[in-house]
T-cell receptor, first 114, second 113 residues
Framework: GNSVTQMEGPVTLSEEAFLTINCTYT??????LFWYVQYPGEGLQLLLK?????DKGSNKGFEATYRKETTSFHLEKGSVQVSDSAVYFC?????????????FGQGTILTVHP | NAGVTQTPKFRILKIGQSMTLQCAQD?????MYWYRQDPGMGLKLIYY???????DKGEVPNGYNVSRSTTEDFPLRLELAAPSQTSVYFC????????????FGQGTRLTVV
């Protein structure tokens, strides 16, 4: 079956540091890939997405590139801010008739200090 | 624009009690989902629905039931609550599959004691 593996957390950074959160996946076919973010006390929100190999998703300074050869979708940001502190989830949706069901990684807690 | 609304936000149940978690969306989405989030485990799909009157099991359906009588509402029923059902529950909706965004409610934190 499908699975998503994220790097172990939590991650603690100083403001303006570079961020990488690793995500690898196992799926048949050509899944769509997503990063969702969960701020404290809130539900998940879509951060970015990519639907085919070599696509780059980007939003709010975050980027991730769909790498089919390494089955990865690593999240990066060049300079994090305190307001980026949240839980980040990598997710995939299988190709074909998926009915929009998502498979999530375990989540990575990011804390950014001033 | 309310999006996805879940009630209640918090609840404590005793073992063996029952309850219904409410979920409503105002975006006219056909697809709706219930996920549970356990610490360090990510989200697991409990049940989903592709339209009014149509529901199906997800990865972890045991101990839960759902119904979908309208496009807007997708309640989740817990019968005979057990400590293993202590979790945070999220309802979500999507316009369709593929690149469309899933919209999530704020969650219901349930503790079974």
């Amino acid at each position: 079956g499908n699975s998503v593996t994220q790097m172990e957390g939590p991650v603690t950074l100083s403001e303006e540091a570079f961020l990488t959160i690793n995500c690898t996946y196992t799926a048949t076919g050509y899944p769509s890939l997503f990063w969702y973010v969960q701020y404290p006390g809130e539900g998940l929100q879509l951060l970015l997405k990519a639907t085919k190999a070599d696509d780059k998703g980007s939003n709010k300074g975050f980027e991730a590139t769909y790498r089919k050869e390494t089955t990865s979708f690593h999240l990066e940001k060049g300079s994090v801010q305190v307001s980026d502190s949240a839980v980040y989830f990598c997710a995939l949706e299988d190709s074909g008739t998926s009915y929009g069901k998502l498979t999530f990684g375990q989540g990575t807690i990011l804390t950014v200090h001033p | 624009n309310a999006g996805v609304t879940q009630t209640p936000k918090f609840r404590i149940l005793k073992i063996g009690q029952s309850m219904t978690l409410q979920c409503a969306q105002d975006m006219n989405h056909n697809y709706m989902y219930w996920y549970r989030q356990d610490p360090g485990m990510g989200l697991k799909l409990i049940y989903y629905s592709v339209g009014a009157g149509i529901t199906d099991k997800g990865e972890v359906p045991n101990g839960y039931n759902v119904s979908r009588s309208t496009t807007e509402d997708f309640p989740l029923r817990l019968e005979l609550a057990a400590p293993s059902q202590t979790s945070v529950y999220f309802c979500a909706s999507r316009q369709g599959q593929g690149s469309t965004e899933a919209f999530f409610g704020q969650g219901t934190r349930l503790t079974v004691v």
